[in-house]
């Protein structure tokens, strides 16, 4: 057994032991920290990511929480990992990515993903949502790369379809039926945390990025290589527009975060209640 496959089921384990749930779980939210939609959602219990084994190695500690929630309508439950465990906090690409493999040792099929993006695309407006359906790996690094466990996954794992087309077009109808505005987009994953040049903006839009972010592709690449579903979601908070940028405050990047959380929280629950 791997490494990799012993921390995955100590993980696995210990969330087992401490659920709530009879039932087996069949989907996830994963979001980057406390974000105020989740106010729609009925949380049963909270579990912090730094009470979970095993402990990860030199980096700062991991700030969020494992929850197990339900939905308020229609009461499905489902797992939600509130906070990211980013790359640019000095954890490892696997770091990053175990999460998503526990998530699929507890049986998890589907996951919805949201993470905070700048928007390079001239189209696009800050406080707006974008439903991302494909991305561009720029942050030169993966949490494939090393031995590989067939028990989780290939070794060649097919990235032709990361964000499942067919339930994409299920929640772009669901989208469109609640009169939501959205934002397609091609999603750009860079490292961070330091922001992006004038230059950088314009190379990005060019090669066709319409959104850029620091947490989703090593969370897409480990649902993808762990054979589940993927759906993403971007909180605009800022513009990345070349010939536009200027320096954001944190207290407005943070408003215009807020404004964007409050479209769409009316349609997160259901993106939950739609699944079989």
Known sequence: MTEQRKRILESAGYLKAASPFKEKITSALVTYYDPSFLKGFNIIKRIKYAEIPPKFHGAIDAVGEFIF??????????????????????????DAAHPVYVLKELGIRKLVVV??????????????????????????DNP??????????????????PYDEKWNLEIENYLREKKFRYYP??????????????????????????????????????????????AAFGMISRELVADRLKEISAEEKLKNRLKAEKAFAPVIEGLFSMLK
Do not use: Q, W
């Open 185 to 230: 987009s091609v999603y750009l994953g860079v490292t961070g945390p330091e922001t992006e040049t004038e230059a950088e903006c314009r190379f990005y839009r060019e090669i066709g990025a319409d959104v850029l972010g620091y947490s989703l592709v090593p969370e897409n690449m480990a649902v993808v290589h762990g054979g589940m579903s993927c």
């Open 144 to 161: 494939l790369i090393g031995e590989n466990d067939n028990s989780i996954g290939t070794r060649f794992p097919d990235m032709s379809n």
């Open 115 to 140: 993470d905070e993006v700048g928007h390079l695309n001239p189209r696009f407006k800050i406080g707006g949502v974008s439903l991302i359906y494909d991305h561009i790996n720029l942050m030169g």
């Open 69 to 94: 929630a339900e939905t308020k309508k229609g009461k499905k439950k489902l797992i939600i990992l509130n906070g990211h465990i980013n790359f640019y906090n000095g954890f490892s690409m696997r």
